[in-house]
């Protein structure tokens, strides 16, 4: 579902969202695309269980628990950081994964660091016979096939599409499946510039830039004007984003917009890829510091 965003503007822009976090409760956004297909085949396969990777506050891992319930397969997240082993039922994400059915293991930074090590994965696939891996995020070949199915036709008049950028996969999907005459924005939530070498495995089109200046001081990290932003943006148009990735793009994108680096007249969607679970997590770490907390978890 496409949603105009009723705000002033300063020209001539129209705006609108693709609301993929209305797509499942618990697999949301682009986890419900990347997941698809990586679930079919695993099922196909007749894999006993599905391994994968993230942080303790991670979407992938909960909305691959909550995949992994619904289609009746077993799961198992290796979770970055031995001291969340003790503080499981603290942390909102990890207690909802483990309702859904999740075993975990907790490993210490400098071995979750050996994740795309093959080293490290033939031991997993020694101790887990029969498992099917899924990498941090989810990227692969087939999330990335998934991703290729969130633009629909009716997306083909937009002039820009605008997507938050993780491990690169979202993206990908959206330039492959974009129009020649489009241009795909991204906006990175990483310090850095090596997320357009990522990309560039994955596609072949050039209708696409990567903007890095908005990830407000890294992966996760979270601000008090960004919280100020996305609580004012929130009653103003009841539209509910995440602080790690679609909060940070809407900010990039309207500041853009006031820095007239959109062409007159364009219509632009943005990709809202759901994360509104991690609210919970951040609000929670906000808390315990007396900051500003957002309104709408």
């Known amino acids: 579902m496409n949603q105009r965003i009723d705000i002033d503007l300063p020209y001539s822009i129209e705006l609108y969202i693709k609301r993929e976090d209305l797509l499942h409760p618990h697999i949301s956004g682009n986890k419900f695309r990347k997941l698809k297909y990586n679930v079919e085949e695993a099922l196909k ?8 990777f993230g942080g303790a506050f991670s979407n992938h891992i909960l909305a691959t628990a909550a995949a992994g319930k619904e289609y009746g397969i077993a799961t198992v997240g290796i979770i970055r950081g031995e001291e969340w082993k003790d503080k499981l039922f603290e942390n909102p994400t990890l207690s909802l994964a483990k309702e859904f059915g999740m075993e975990f293991e907790f490993v210490s930074r400098s071995m979750y660091a050996q994740k795309e090590e093959v080293g490290y994965l033939n031991d997993i696939k020694q ?11 989810g990227t692969n070949s087939l999330a990335i096939k998934g ?31 974009s129009k020649e005459n489009q241009k795909i924005v991204g906006f990175s939530a990483l310090k850095g510039n090596f997320l357009s070498d990522v990309i560039c495995n994955f596609v072949t089109k050039k209708n696409w830039t990567m903007n890095s200046e908005y990830h407000f001081g890294g992966y996760g990290k979270v601000t008090d004007g960004l919280i100020a932003f996305l609580n004012d943006f929130y009653k103003s148009t009841s539209i509910p984003l ?38 919970k997590g951040i609000n929670q770490i906000r808390e315990k510091k007396n900051k500003e907390l957002l309104q709408y978890a």
């Open 242 to 279: 995440d602080p790690i990735y679609t909060g940070k793009m809407m900010f990039g994108v309207l500041d853009m917009i006031q820095k007239r680096e959109f062409l007159d007249n364009s219509k632009i969607l943005l990709i809202h890829t759901g994360g509104l679970q991690g609210i």
């Open 127 to 137: 101790r887990y016979v029969g498992c099917y891996i899924l990498p941090e995020g």
């Open 147 to 177: 991703c290729e199915e969130i633009l629909e036709p009716m997306d083909s008049d937009f002039d820009y599409v605008c997507c938050a950028v993780g491990t690169g996969g979202t993206i990908s999907g959206i330039i492959n499946s």
């Open 45 to 52: 396969i007749e894999s006993k269980m599905l391994i994968t």
